[in-house]
């Protein structure tokens, strides 16, 4: 097996009911490769929790006693850069849903899904792809922002790199396909998400999505 096959994915769960976060734990370690390491019922217990946790992905509700899932994701990014966040809610208002994702978050999923979609989004979130419910995707390219009046903003180069984005690419398989370091491909996806207004890289995928629709 390969490094990253060997490696067991880290989901840290946040939902103040008990009985949901009981449901969840035990479909994610019925899953081959992940496991819960750790969970809350706060943003307070979050905060304090997932540091010495070290997940790799944070499954966040929408709503919680202290806060709201949104402010959350930027709180939880702001303290550890390097963990992904997947919202599972409830709520499909297009302010949520839209804010949600402005504030950083790599998926957003209803908890009405099937658990096989819960467990893909996961996975799907941890290789660098958005883990989007349809109902979601919907809200996303019809509310994203429309960015830039012309692709000429962006160098054929960026183009290409955002291309790759929007097929889920990490910053290493970008490198890869376009023969650039790793340090180069992060760059360029920081500066084209600052010239697309894009809060992160599931926007910017849309953003881009929309513009190849409507050429």
Known sequence: ??????????????????????????????????????????????????????????????????????????????????????????????????EAIKSGAEGYLLKSVDSKSIIKGLRDVAQGNPALDPVIMAKVMNAVKEGPSSDETLSLQEQQIIELVSQGKTNREISEVLFISEKTARNNVSRILKKLNASNRTEAAMYWQKRKTLR
């Not at 496991?35 to 509700?61: F, N, Q, R």
């Open 1 to 98: 097996m390969s490094e990253n096959e060997e490696k067991v994915l880290k989901i840290f769960l946040v939902d103040d009911h008990a009985i949901v976060r009981s449901g969840i734990r035990s479909l994610i370690e019925r899953s081959e490769g992940m496991t819960v390491c750790g969970e809350a019922g706060t943003l307070k217990e979050a905060y304090a929790g997932i540091p010495g946790s070290s997940p790799d992905i944070v499954l966040l509700d929408i709503k919680l006693p202290d806060g709201d899932g949104a402010s959350g994701c930027r709180e939880i990014k702001k303290q550890n850069p390097h963990v992904k966040v997947m919202i599972l809610s409830a709520f499909a208002e297009d302010t949520i849903v839209l």
